[in-house]
């Protein structure tokens, strides 16, 4: 089977669109206020709507407080959520909290990252590969950094996975091939600047993937 994507940090009508029309399996929506691509939970509400329900809505947080995941969940009919920077009993409490399919972002640069996903398999859903940002980065992703591929080479995973960090239309079938990934995950490598997506480059990115 074809590998599947996600296209994040999606926040106007048109490029949402692009990304459901050239079928991408989920959205992914930011609620962060110190990233470029954050929507208002009213955005949020009016961008879900257009989601067909074959499609996964996710939320992406950081580390986020309890009310505000419930409000983002709410104002979005999030199927899913996407944690960053939170430690597995956090995650824990915030899937039981939503009752929605949690993703836990794990940050990686060395075999020993990826080794502590093992940490999170009685707290998550899903694992997401991503790439470590640089030290006092202001974001946890959605930086175009990627990580060394082969530290996912020949790892049993504990938990379903997908693969995010620094992926575009020109390594994505590298990404794929190498890993062995069944879901990609994009942000800022389908973007003409940080937090604007891009309705070709959206389109060339969901091409390459179904034909990986």
């Given at each position: 089977?074809?590998?599947?994507?996600?296209?994040?940090?999606?926040?106007?009508?048109?490029?949402?669109?692009?990304?459901?029309?050239?079928?991408?399996?989920?959205?992914?929506?930011?609620?962060?206020?110190?990233?470029?691509?954050?929507?208002?939970?009213?955005?949020?509400?009016?961008?879900?709507?257009?989601?067909?329900?074959?499609?996964?809505?996710?939320?992406?947080?950081?580390?986020?407080?309890?009310?505000?995941?419930?409000?983002?969940?709410?104002?979005?009919?999030?199927?899913?959520?996407?944690?960053?920077?939170?430690?597995?009993?956090?995650?824990?409490?915030?899937?039981?909290?939503?009752?929605?399919?949690?993703?836990?972002?794990?940050?990686?640069?060395?075999?020993?990252?990826?080794?502590?996903?093992?940490?999170?398999?009685?707290?998550?859903?899903?694992?997401?590969?991503?790439?470590?940002?640089?030290?006092?980065?202001?974001?946890?992703?959605?930086?175009?950094?990627?990580?060394?591929?082969?530290?996912?080479?020949?790892?049993?995973?504990?938990?379903?996975?997908?693969?995010?960090?620094?992926?575009?239309?020109?390594?994505?079938?590298?990404?794929?091939?190498?890993?062995?990934?069944?879901?990609?995950?994009?942000?800022?490598?389908?973007?003409?600047?940080?937090?604007?997506?891009?309705?070709?480059?959206?389109?060339?990115?969901?091409?390459r993937v179904s034909a990986s």
């Amino acid at each position: 089977m074809p590998a599947t994507a996600k296209i994040c940090g999606l926040s106007t009508a048109a490029t949402l669109d692009a990304a459901i029309g050239g079928a991408a399996s989920h959205v992914g929506f930011v609620v962060f206020p110190a990233s470029p691509r954050h929507v208002a939970l009213d955005l949020l509400a009016g961008l879900a709507a257009r989601v067909p329900a074959d499609v996964g809505k996710v939320g992406v947080f950081v580390d986020p407080p309890d009310d505000l995941l419930a409000a983002a969940i709410a104002a979005g009919a999030l199927d899913a959520i996407q944690l960053h920077k939170s430690t597995p009993a956090r995650v824990a409490h915030l899937r039981r909290l939503s009752g929605r399919e949690t993703w836990a972002a794990i940050a990686v640069k060395t075999r020993a990252d990826v080794a502590s996903a093992a940490g999170y398999v009685d707290a998550a859903d899903r694992l997401l590969y991503d790439a470590k940002t640089p030290e006092g980065s202001a974001l946890p992703g959605g930086m175009g950094v990627r990580f060394d591929w082969h530290l996912l080479r020949g790892v049993r995973h504990p938990l379903p996975w997908a693969l995010s960090g620094g992926l575009d239309s020109a390594n994505v079938g590298d990404a794929i091939a190498t890993t062995g990934a069944s879901l990609v995950d994009v942000s800022s490598g389908v973007e003409s600047a940080p937090g604007v997506k891009d309705m070709d480059k959206v389109a060339a990115f969901l091409q390459r993937v179904s034909a990986s």
